[in-house]
């Protein structure tokens, strides 16, 4: 079953701004071995959706050419079911197109900076680009806490992840360095000839992000291509984390001696 779509990128790109559109073209791109689709039932019972809300989602996701649905016929004589996958090589495509727009917002910062009459370096270009585009949405102060520089470290993951990234985190030190793997780096092909470029960039991305989020007292360093589409971040927070610990009170009777 075929059907006419648009295949215009920039339709595609305002349709995954919807979260569950995100959501649904993120399924079927990560299924299990051997699947090939899903329908519209399975897809809404996977993400806990009404279906009707699916099917509305699957169709506009189909005519901008992110999806594919073809009709295939089950064991029984039933109607045959409409099964949707990903449309091959268009996901890459929406990534590329992804990092060209950061990386040219990026040469645009770090011209507007030379033109003010300041040189920017890449990791300059990259944290200012950041630090505008970072909602601090909560307490600007540092995390005092594993838990709580691990939630900040959280949230600058979820802006990487919007920027193209695809980003792993595990902690050590006690919970105060967060080493993150970038899979899937946006400017890939540009750092095999310019890693010094990217890696800057890189490392203003995250501490933009994160002196946005309340986090300006920390190192950054990145270690370039620990697999061949890979890079390592460390975050070691420099604030002290600090134990609540409550321990209970001894219980004053105010009883005089019993008889």
Same mark, same amino acid.
């Given at each position: 079953?075929?059907?006419?779509?648009?295949?215009?990128? &920039?339709?595609?790109?305002?349709l995954?701004?919807?979260?569950?559109?995100? +959501?649904?073209v993120d399924?079927?791109?990560?299924? =299990?071995?051997?699947?090939?689709?899903?329908?519209?039932?399975? /897809?809404?019972?996977?993400? +806990?959706?009404?279906?009707?809300?699916?099917?509305?989602?699957? =169709?506009? /996701?189909?005519?901008?050419?992110?999806?594919?649905? +073809?009709?295939?016929?089950?064991?029984?004589?039933?109607?045959?079911?409409?099964?949707?996958?990903?449309?091959?090589?268009?996901?890459?495509v929406?990534?590329?197109?992804?990092?060209?727009?950061?990386?040219? +917002? %990026?040469?645009?910062?770090?011209?507007?900076?030379?033109? &003010?009459?300041?040189?920017?370096?890449? =990791?300059d &270009?990259g944290?200012?680009?950041?630090?505008?585009?970072?909602?601090?949405?909560?307490?600007?102060?540092?995390?005092?806490?594993?838990?709580?520089? %691990?939630?900040?470290?959280?949230? $600058?993951?979820?802006?990487? @992840?919007?920027?193209?990234?695809?980003?792993?985190?595990?902690t050590?030190? #006690?919970?105060?360095?967060a080493?993150?793997?970038?899979?899937?780096?946006?400017?890939?092909?540009?750092?095999?000839?310019?890693?010094q470029?990217?890696?800057?960039?890189?490392?203003?991305?995250?501490?933009?992000? $994160?002196? #946005? %989020?309340?986090?300006?007292? /920390?190192?950054? @360093?990145?270690?370039?291509?620990?697999?061949?589409?890979t890079?390592?971040?460390?975050?070691t927070t420099?604030?002290?984390?600090?134990?609540?610990?409550?321990?209970?009170?001894?219980?004053? @009777?105010? #009883?005089?001696?019993?008889?």
């Amino acid at each position: 079953m075929s059907v006419a779509h648009s295949g215009d990128p &920039a339709v595609g790109a305002r349709l995954l701004t919807s979260p569950v559109r995100r +959501e649904i073209v993120d399924a079927l791109a990560n299924l =299990e071995h051997g699947e090939t689709g899903m329908s519209a039932a399975a /897809l809404a019972e996977l993400l +806990e959706l009404h279906v009707t809300t699916v099917r509305f989602h699957l =169709e506009q /996701l189909v005519v901008a050419g992110i999806l594919t649905v +073809e009709a295939r016929r089950g064991a029984g004589a039933g109607r045959p079911s409409k099964i949707y996958a990903v449309e091959p090589g268009r996901l890459e495509v929406g990534e590329t197109e992804d990092a060209y727009r950061v990386l040219l +917002e %990026l040469l645009a910062e770090a011209f507007a900076g030379a033109n &003010a009459g300041t040189i920017l370096t890449p =990791e300059d &270009a990259g944290r200012r680009w950041a630090k505008h585009r970072v909602d601090p949405g909560g307490p600007s102060s540092p995390a005092t806490s594993p838990g709580a520089w %691990l939630a900040k470290v959280g949230a $600058m993951l979820d802006h990487l @992840s919007d920027w193209g990234y695809s980003p792993e985190v595990a902690t050590v030190d #006690q919970g105060r360095t967060a080493e993150i793997t970038l899979h899937k780096c946006p400017f890939l092909d540009l750092a095999h000839t310019n890693p010094q470029v990217v890696c800057g960039v890189h490392r203003g991305l995250i501490a933009g992000s $994160m002196e #946005q %989020l309340g986090e300006d007292d /920390l190192t950054v @360093s990145l270690q370039p291509f620990t697999g061949p589409d890979t890079c390592l971040a460390r975050l070691t927070t420099r604030t002290p984390f600090h134990r609540n610990v409550t321990r209970a009170q001894p219980t004053l @009777s105010t #009883q005089g001696p019993t008889s």
